[in-house]
Nanobody
Protein backbone atom coordinates (compact mmCIF):
# COMPACT_ATOMS: atom_id res chain seq x y z
CA UNK A 1 0.00 0.00 0.00
CA UNK A 2 1.08 3.56 -0.72
CA UNK A 3 0.18 6.63 1.32
CA UNK A 4 0.32 10.17 -0.03
CA UNK A 5 0.27 13.50 1.78
CA UNK A 6 -0.02 16.81 -0.08
CA UNK A 7 1.04 20.24 1.06
CA UNK A 8 1.49 23.72 -0.36
CA UNK A 9 -2.01 24.81 -1.27
CA UNK A 10 -3.41 28.21 -0.41
CA UNK A 11 -4.79 31.50 -1.64
CA UNK A 12 -3.01 33.32 -4.45
CA UNK A 13 -3.84 36.22 -6.75
CA UNK A 14 -4.26 35.73 -10.50
CA UNK A 15 -0.85 35.62 -12.15
CA UNK A 16 0.79 34.32 -9.00
CA UNK A 17 2.59 31.07 -8.29
CA UNK A 18 2.31 28.15 -5.92
CA UNK A 19 4.26 24.96 -5.45
CA UNK A 20 2.51 21.81 -4.33
CA UNK A 21 4.40 18.93 -2.75
CA UNK A 22 3.41 15.32 -2.24
CA UNK A 23 5.21 12.92 0.07
CA UNK A 24 4.81 9.21 -0.50
CA UNK A 25 5.36 6.40 1.99
CA UNK A 26 4.67 2.70 2.28
CA UNK A 27 5.45 0.32 -0.55
CA UNK A 28 7.10 3.02 -2.63
CA UNK A 29 9.33 0.67 -4.59
CA UNK A 30 6.23 -0.46 -6.50
CA UNK A 31 5.21 3.05 -7.61
CA UNK A 32 5.23 3.74 -11.32
CA UNK A 33 3.38 6.88 -12.40
CA UNK A 34 2.76 9.76 -10.03
CA UNK A 35 0.86 12.93 -10.69
CA UNK A 36 -1.71 15.54 -9.86
CA UNK A 37 -5.43 15.74 -10.49
CA UNK A 38 -7.84 18.51 -9.56
CA UNK A 39 -11.52 18.80 -8.86
CA UNK A 40 -13.78 21.84 -8.70
CA UNK A 41 -17.25 21.82 -7.10
CA UNK A 42 -19.74 20.05 -9.34
CA UNK A 43 -17.07 18.83 -11.75
CA UNK A 44 -15.20 15.60 -12.30
CA UNK A 45 -11.67 15.02 -11.12
CA UNK A 46 -9.38 15.78 -14.05
CA UNK A 47 -5.74 15.03 -14.75
CA UNK A 48 -3.41 17.99 -14.43
CA UNK A 49 0.02 16.43 -14.88
CA UNK A 50 1.71 13.06 -14.53
CA UNK A 51 5.31 11.87 -14.42
CA UNK A 52 6.58 8.35 -14.93
CA UNK A 53 9.27 6.71 -12.84
CA UNK A 54 11.70 7.45 -15.66
CA UNK A 55 10.72 11.12 -15.81
CA UNK A 56 8.37 11.26 -18.80
CA UNK A 57 5.73 13.93 -18.27
CA UNK A 58 2.21 14.55 -19.50
CA UNK A 59 0.14 17.71 -19.04
CA UNK A 60 -3.43 18.77 -19.55
CA UNK A 61 -3.74 21.29 -22.37
CA UNK A 62 -5.08 23.92 -19.98
CA UNK A 63 -1.88 23.97 -17.91
CA UNK A 64 0.78 23.34 -20.53
CA UNK A 65 3.40 26.05 -20.40
CA UNK A 66 2.27 27.24 -16.97
CA UNK A 67 2.65 24.21 -14.71
CA UNK A 68 5.64 21.94 -14.27
CA UNK A 69 5.70 18.54 -12.58
CA UNK A 70 8.84 17.04 -11.14
CA UNK A 71 9.74 13.99 -9.14
CA UNK A 72 12.50 13.12 -6.72
CA UNK A 73 12.63 9.34 -6.41
CA UNK A 74 15.34 9.50 -3.75
CA UNK A 75 13.10 11.60 -1.50
CA UNK A 76 9.86 9.89 -2.54
CA UNK A 77 8.40 13.26 -3.49
CA UNK A 78 6.50 14.72 -6.41
CA UNK A 79 6.02 18.44 -6.98
CA UNK A 80 3.78 20.67 -9.02
CA UNK A 81 5.07 24.16 -9.76
CA UNK A 82 2.15 26.34 -10.82
CA UNK A 83 2.85 29.68 -12.47
CA UNK A 84 0.62 32.29 -14.08
CA UNK A 85 -2.32 31.02 -12.08
CA UNK A 86 -5.81 31.79 -13.31
CA UNK A 87 -9.17 31.97 -11.62
CA UNK A 88 -10.15 28.71 -13.30
CA UNK A 89 -7.24 26.90 -11.63
CA UNK A 90 -9.14 27.08 -8.36
CA UNK A 91 -9.77 23.53 -7.20
CA UNK A 92 -8.81 20.84 -4.74
CA UNK A 93 -5.59 19.29 -5.99
CA UNK A 94 -4.98 15.59 -5.37
CA UNK A 95 -1.73 13.70 -5.59
CA UNK A 96 -1.93 10.23 -7.09
CA UNK A 97 0.36 7.24 -7.45
CA UNK A 98 -0.06 4.08 -9.49
CA UNK A 99 1.66 1.00 -8.14
CA UNK A 100 1.74 -2.71 -8.87
CA UNK A 101 0.72 -5.29 -6.28
CA UNK A 102 -0.32 -8.91 -6.79
CA UNK A 103 -0.02 -8.38 -10.56
CA UNK A 104 -2.60 -5.63 -10.48
CA UNK A 105 -2.23 -1.87 -10.87
CA UNK A 106 -3.61 0.12 -7.95
CA UNK A 107 -4.08 3.84 -7.51
CA UNK A 108 -3.60 5.73 -4.28
CA UNK A 109 -4.83 9.25 -3.61
CA UNK A 110 -3.83 11.91 -1.16
CA UNK A 111 -6.35 13.80 0.91
CA UNK A 112 -6.23 16.85 -1.33
CA UNK A 113 -5.07 20.41 -0.88
CA UNK A 114 -7.12 23.49 -1.72
CA UNK A 115 -5.80 26.00 -4.25
CA UNK A 116 -7.80 29.22 -4.53
CA UNK A 117 -6.97 31.84 -7.13
CA UNK A 118 -8.75 35.08 -6.34
CA UNK A 119 -8.16 38.80 -6.40
Amino acid sequence: QVELVESGGGLVQPGGSLRLSCASSGDISRINTMGWYRQSPGKERDMVATVSRGGSTNYADSVTGRFSISRDNAKNMVYLQMNSLRLEDTAVYYCMADYVSIDLVWRSWGQGTQVTVSS
